[in-house]
């Protein structure tokens, strides 16, 4: 099963900006779906963004227009870029293998969680 890692949170002021990436130890190739959860504080985690083997996003409403979500097969890597940031935006995020459920609408995670990254955002 292929690992992936998180890196590049960080404390960053409103308005900033942040690129996460969530490095696999294999190939994502044949991958249909990754996706970006987070977990603020007291709360569920989330999907914030997903993007399947086609290149098709998906947003979570309260990101979209701000985040943007890729991936580099060709790297093992996705990445999500964080514009405009908020302090509800404040969590700690995680990639992961993702399905997309027509029952549910939403993409769930398939793998184990890993470490996630820290997002502080704050004056």
């Known amino acids: 099963q292929v690992q992936l890692v998180e890196s590049g949170g960080g404390l960053v002021q409103p308005g900033g900006s942040l690129r996460l990436s969530c490095a696999a130890s294999?190939?994502?190739?044949?991958?249909?779906?990754m996706a970006w959860y987070r977990q603020a504080p007291g709360k569920q985690r989330e999907l914030v963004a997903a993007?399947?083997?086609?290149?098709?996003?998906n947003y979570a409403d309260s990101v979209r227009g701000r985040f943007t979500i890729s991936r580099d097969n060709a790297k093992n890597t996705v990445f999500l870029q964080m514009d405009s940031l908020k302090p509800e935006d404040t969590a700690v995020y995680y990639c992961?293998?993702?399905?997309?459920?027509?029952?549910?609408?939403?993409?769930?995670?398939?793998?184990?969680w890993g470490q996630g990254t820290q997002v502080t955002v704050s004056s």
């Open positions: 294999g190939s994502i190739l044949s991958i249909n779906a």
């Open positions: 992961n293998r993702a399905i997309y459920s027509s029952f549910s609408r939403t993409f769930a995670a398939l793998g184990a």
């Open positions: 993007v399947t083997s086609g290149g098709t996003t």
